[in-house]
């Protein structure tokens, strides 16, 4: 076998583990519709313990062989066709040169990975018994958290990515842990807050000509707040009412003190436009007063 096949077969074989393991610990999210960003990221492992344990771990210490391959293929080698074990790919890791490829794990990460070690003895060699599962589940979840770190950072794979390639069902699991749901939205949140930075850019350029614009033709820009027709809304961050729409899905504060790019969503409730991520269950300000009105009423 030459290093070039070895390589593919790394990586491949570590993400068909961390995939089969994943699978195994999760049930099936109750939607059989998986629209990426709207599930509700609550799901425990709970299926196969043992399995999911013994795949993700086998995928792991794949992944650890593959980072220690792209920067020196021969390292990965002990003796003859023997690869490194635990012990030594994370000794090596530490050591290269190249400082920029080094891997150190945090405590917090050491005893995760001492955990799932010790699980992985216990479920290979013992009878499972007496296992404290909510311990367990929260030991699972950490290494899951530990392993889509890992691959961000070290390997760029974004298995969160639409463009990578898994069943429905198997993106729907992923999504539904929490960890990794969140990270998810993290990403989203910069991304919309770098085309932010590009988009005021291009706004101060024009804010002289597009407000002209406005009061000439407010129809184009219009939303209810309370009771009068406005094409200005509340901006979030300086809190005058200054933020115009920008499409239906992002609003810009022409305040020049305060230029804030906003994300903008559509109320749960009335459909208006509101501000919000398009993935979050959101009602607008004047649906939300409604309700509290409601409660109000209710208790009197
Ligand atoms: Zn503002
Ligand atoms: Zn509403």
Not at 210 to 215: E, F
Request: glycine share 4%.
């Amino acid at each position: 076998m030459t290093l070039e096949n070895i390589t593919l077969n790394l990586l491949e074989n570590a993400l068909d583990f961390i995939i089969r393991g994943l699978d195994e610990l999760y049930n099936d999210s109750d939607d059989s519709e998986y629209e990426e960003r709207f599930i509700i990221p609550i799901s425990q492992p709970q299926r196969d313990y043992k399995y999911g344990i013994l795949h993700l771990y086998a995928g792991f210490i794949l992944l650890l062989k593959e980072k220690l391959y792209r920067d020196t293929p021969s390292l990965i080698y002990t003796k003859g066709e023997k690869t490194v074990d635990y012990k030594q790919v994370t000794d090596r890791l530490k050591k290269l040169d190249n400082s920029e490829n080094q891997v150190n794990f945090n405590d917090n990460d050491k005893s995760t990975i001492k955990n799932i070690q010790d699980y992985r003895n216990v479920f290979e060699h013992y009878k499972i018994e007496n296992v404290d599962t909510l311990k367990l589940k929260e030991v699972i979840i950490d290494f899951i958290d530990l392993i889509n770190r890992f691959l961000n950072q070290h390997l760029e794979i974004d298995i969160t990515s639409p463009s990578f390639d898994i069943p429905p069902e198997t993106r729907g699991k992923i999504l539904s842990i929490k960890p990794i749901y969140d990270r998810m939205i993290e990403e989203s949140k910069r991304e919309i807050k770098a085309l932010g930075e590009e988009k005021v850019k291009t706004f101060k350029k024009v804010r002289l000509r597009v407000l002209r614009d406005l009061k000439k033709d407010n129809e184009i820009y219009f939303d209810r707040t309370g009771d009068d027709y406005n094409i200005f809304s509340i901006c979030p961050k300086c809190d005058e009412e200054k933020l115009i729409y920008e499409g239906e899905f992002a609003g810009v504060c022409t305040n020049k003190k305060c230029y804030e790019y906003t994300s903008l969503t559509h109320c749960d409730k009335c459909g208006s436009i509101t501000i919000g991520y398009d993935w979050e269950e959101t009602w607008c300000e004047y649906c939300c007063e409604y309700l509290a009105e409601l409660i109000e009423n209710d208790k009197t």
